[in-house]
């Protein structure tokens, strides 16, 4: 069965450095996402991705953020200065674009932990 | 604005037992709703959702969950509890038809007792 795959599986960095998440989703999919779940607290939605831009953000979404679909297969998360705060489970999801099929799958996660 | 509450963060039942996991939720459109599954250490899994139709739900691992408009619920239940349903489970909620980003609730984590 398909899956959404995401690389690394875990990320340490220090502080200020630029850390780019890596995510393959569905082939066939159109929509992507980005979430992310800081330790003990709810996941957040962060960005969604169509043809070719983002089409939706979250207030965490800032200036910081940026989100890019370099080839045909991946889809990718770039924190240019990390910041403690950043530490957090981040998860990419996609979805086929069929009207009424609604369903986000997620990849595992990476584990991004900033020193 | 939409938004999800989940009653209870923690939810402890014996091996055989009723599984009740709640969720309300509030939305100014016809939402859509699912729940999600996460296993220690690993990502999201759907376990069901509703869209339209039938109210009632059916998911996996024997879970379902039935939409009652008129309490803006969506709670999920399983008859008989298994230890392999220790998790935490999200309730998450998106505007029907809409490019879709999921609002979570802030989950359940459910213990399951020999």
């Known amino acids: 069965e398909p899956e959404v795959t995401q690389t690394p599986s875990h990320q340490v960095t220090q502080m200020g450095q630029e850390v780019i998440l890596r995510c393959v989703p569905i082939?066939?999919?159109?929509?992507f996402y980005w979430y992310r779940q800081i330790l003990g607290q709810k996941v957040e939605f962060l960005v969604s991705?169509?043809?070719?831009?983002?089409?939706?953000k979250s207030e965490i979404f800032d200036d910081q953020f940026s989100v890019e679909r370099p080839d045909g297969s991946n889809f990718t998360l770039k924190i240019r200065s990390t910041k403690l705060e950043d530490s957090a489970m981040y998860f990419c999801?996609?979805?086929?674009?069929?009207?009424?099929?609604?369903?986000?799958?997620f990849g595992p996660g990476t584990r991004l932990t900033v020193l | 604005a939409q938004s999800v509450t989940q009653l209870g963060s923690h939810v402890s039942v014996s091996e055989g037992a009723l599984v009740l996991l709640r969720c309300n939720y509030s939305?100014?459109?016809?939402?859509?709703l699912f729940w999600y599954v996460q296993y220690p250490n690993q990502g999201l899994q759907l376990l069901l959702k509703?869209?339209?139709?039938?109210?009632l739900v059916k998911g996996i691992n024997g879970f379902e969950a039935e939409f009652k408009k008129s309490e803006t619920s969506f709670h999920l239940t399983k008859p008989s509890a298994h230890m392999s349903d220790a998790a935490e489970y999200f309730c998450?909620?998106?505007?029907?038809?809409?490019?879709?980003?999921?609002?979570f609730g802030k989950g359940t984590k459910l213990s399951v007792k020999p």
């Open positions: 509703y869209t339209t139709g039938a109210t």
């Open positions: 991705f169509y043809n070719n831009e983002i089409s939706e």
């Open positions: 939305s100014s459109v016809p939402p859509y």
């Open positions: 082939s066939n999919h159109l929509y």
């Open positions: 998450a909620v998106t505007p029907g038809g809409s490019q879709g980003n999921l609002i």
């Open positions: 999801a996609s979805r086929v674009l069929v009207l009424g099929t609604d369903t986000q799958y």
